[in-house]
C-alpha cells in the first residue's frame, strides 16, 4: 500500500466520468444519489479535485448547456483519465482486501 | 464585504485573471443549482442562497485546495509562450535598433543603385553619357565604389562619383573614407573639386574638373590613410559613349 488511507473522492470522480460527461453540481448529485447518501461531501472541495484531474490531464472541460438550460463546465474523462482510473481502482481493491483482511481476525462482536 | 467567491480566489495566488473569472463563474453556476433545487424544495429564495452557500464548505479550504493546483511553475509555463515571443522581437529590435534599418536602406540603395547628382553634372553641361565602370574595393569595413564616370575629352575633363557603404548591410558608412581618395592622371594631376555626403548608410563623393588628357585610356584612383594604401584603376573610354 502506497498510502495509509486512499483519498477517494478522485476515484469516485473519474468513476462517474467514465460513464458519461458531467459538470460539478451534476458529480455532487450523482454521488450522494449512487451511494445512497453515503458520499455527501461538503461540495465546494469538489473543485479542487477536478482542477487537479484537469491539471494532469486526466480530464478535460468544455462549456455546454445543461438539461437545465444554463451553460455549464462539463468534465471529460480522457485516455490519460481512464488508464488513472483502472490504477486507482487496482490501489483501492488492494487497500479493502488488506482492511477486509484484517477486519477478519478480529473475534466477532456481540 | 467580502463575499463567499473572494474570500475563495483571495487564497488563490498564481493564477491569471481568466482563470480566476472561470473558477468564480464555475462556484456560482453550482450556488445557483443548489439554491434552485431548494427552492423547488419549498424554501425561499433567501433562506436556499444561505443554505447552498453553507453547503460549498469552508471558502479558505476550498480556496487552498484550488491553489494547490494553480501553482507558481504553471503560472510560469503558461506564460513562457508570450515571453519567449517577447524577448525574441525585444532582442532583434536591440542587435537591430531602428536607425540602423534605416542604414540597411541606404546601404541597400549604395550597392545596387547609387545616385548619381542631384545638381548639373558634366554631363548635362557638355552633353556627353556617362557609364558605370563597376568597381569595387574593400577599404577597412567599407565597401568603396566607384559607380559613375563622365568624360569630356573636348574639355579634356572628367567626373568621378564614388560611395562607400558598410560591409555589414546594417553598419554605417565610414563618413571621413571619403576625404582620403584622389583621382589622379598620368601626368599626375589631382582633382581640383569634390563634393559629398553622408547620410548614415552609405556616404557619397563626387570629384569634379579632373584634368583629362586626350591620350590618357586611365585615371588612378587613391586611397591612403593610417599607412593604408590602395590605388585602382579606371579605364576610360576613348569616346564618351552614346
Redesign the interface.
Known sequence: MKKKTIDHTELLVLTLLSGEDMYGYQIITELSRRSDRTFEMKEGTLYPVLHGLWKNGAVECYEAEAPTGRKRKYYHLTRKGREALKVEQEEWRTYARGVEAVLSTAPALG | MADFYDE?LSHIRYATAEERQ??R???E??V???A?ALEAAGYDRAEAQSRSLA?????A??GK??D???SRF?LILSRAAAVGVAVLCISLVMAYPLHRLYFLKENLTARWAPMVSSFQTLEEKTGTTGWDPELKVEIGNDILSVYWVALDREKGEAEVYLCNYDQNPFGQASEQLGGYVYISNTAGDWSRSGAGGSTGGAAYRRLSEIPVTPEEDHLTLTYDRFGEHISLEIPLEQEGRE
Open positions: 475563495v472561470a473558477i463563474a464555475e462556484l453556476g453550482h445557483e443549482d443548489r434552485e453547503a460549498m464548505g469552508d471558502p479550504e476550498i485546495g484550488l494547490k493546483q494553480y504553471w
